[in-house]
């Protein structure tokens, strides 16, 4: 069981928009920083956004991110086949002392 | 270009031991926290440890705690993780990943990763 809590999946068209939520509580994403990551398996994963709302050089526009209160959402627009994976969000957690990631969401895009 | 190339990984005896390395290129080494994390078959990421960049700290899951060490030599350029008293559950693949600095609690650039499979 992981801390954080992710829908298992989520899909939508080519070109639509999809967002994923990361629930978690107040030792943990209410006062600590997110991240998301990009994960196609047999490859390394990817970080595509840091500090809650922060892209990497290199990560298209089309990733966002944002924090409210003990949740997190990771958005993707404009949707590409090529954006099918798995997605994570992470953070530190205060009372376990540990970096915490959620169980992760795949993406299908019809 | 940062490259993270793990090695190590393959079959171990359950109570056994198995080191793993991580080749790291493209960067000032020891201006970097270093980390691993790990994937079971058919679950998410799971963090593992973490070296601090000037190497003099050390952190831990407690799940690996007192069996896992990880370590570097800044010289080669390579980061470590010696595994001991391995179990069924850490069967997973073990990447090997960078960080700005440990306080900053994420992963910028991550290998491909090495399988571990504790089996007898």
């Known amino acids: 069981q992981s801390v954080l809590t992710q829908p298992p999946s989520v899909s939508a068209a080519p070109g639509q928009k999809v967002t994923i939520s990361c629930s978690g509580g107040s030792s943990n994403i209410g006062n600590n920083l997110v991240s998301w990551y990009q994960h196609l398996p047999g490859t390394a994963p990817k970080l595509l956004i840091y500090d809650n709302n922060e892209r990497p050089s290199g990560i298209p526009d089309r990733f966002s991110g944002s924090r409210s209160g003990t949740s997190a959402t990771l958005g993707i627009t404009g949707l590409q086949t090529g954006d099918e994976a798995d997605y994570y969000c992470?953070?530190?957690?205060?009372?376990?002392?540990?970096?915490?990631f959620g169980g992760g969401t795949k993406l299908t895009v019809l | 270009e940062v490259q993270l190339v793990e090695s190590g990984g393959g079959l171990a005896q359950p109570g056994g031991s198995q080191r793993l390395s991580c080749a790291a290129s493209g960067f000032t080494f020891s201006n970097y926290a270093m980390g691993w994390v790990r994937q079971a078959p058919g679950k998410g990421l799971e963090w593992v440890s973490a070296?601090?960049?000037?190497?003099?700290?050390?952190y831990y899951a407690d799940s690996v705690k007192g069996r896992f060490s990880i370590s570097s030599d800044n010289s080669k350029n390579t980061l470590y993780l010696q595994m001991n008293s391995l179990r069924g559950e850490d069967t997973a693949v073990y990447y090997c990943?960078?960080?700005?600095?440990?306080?900053?609690?994420?992963?910028?650039?991550w290998g491909q990763g090495t399988l571990v499979t504790v089996s007898s």
């Open positions: 070296l601090s960049g000037s190497g003099s700290n050390t």
């Open positions: 990943a960078r960080a700005p600095a440990w306080h900053t609690h994420y992963f910028d650039y």
């Open positions: 992470g953070t530190w957690d205060s009372s376990l002392s540990r970096v915490v």
